[in-house]
């Protein structure tokens, strides 16, 4: 049985999906049962959600067209 302290070790490695299956099903029994960590996870989600959002809009692509459109107005 995984602790809460090896949760948090694995934190990135279950929000990437990258557990071994073994592990998961450790990890689903123990969130199922500890708030704390499950509250946890969700925060770890919504943050590499907000990661992965700043990096598509950090996008080269699309700075080049934002610059393109500023550019324009002037
Ligand atoms: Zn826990």
Redesign the pocket.
């Known amino acids: 049985m995984l602790?809460?302290k090896q949760?948090s070790e694995m934190g990135s490695i279950i929000i990437d999906g990258q557990e071994p299956w073994r592990s998961k099903m450790s990890v689903m029994m123990?969130l199922s049962m500890?708030k704390?960590?499950s509250r946890?996870m969700q925060q770890l989600k919504l943050t590499s959600q907000v990661l992965q959002q700043s990096r598509i809009e950090a996008d080269e692509a699309e700075i080049e067209r934002t610059l393109g459109r500023l550019t324009r107005w002037e």
């Open positions: 602790n809460c949760m123990h500890c704390r960590c946890y």
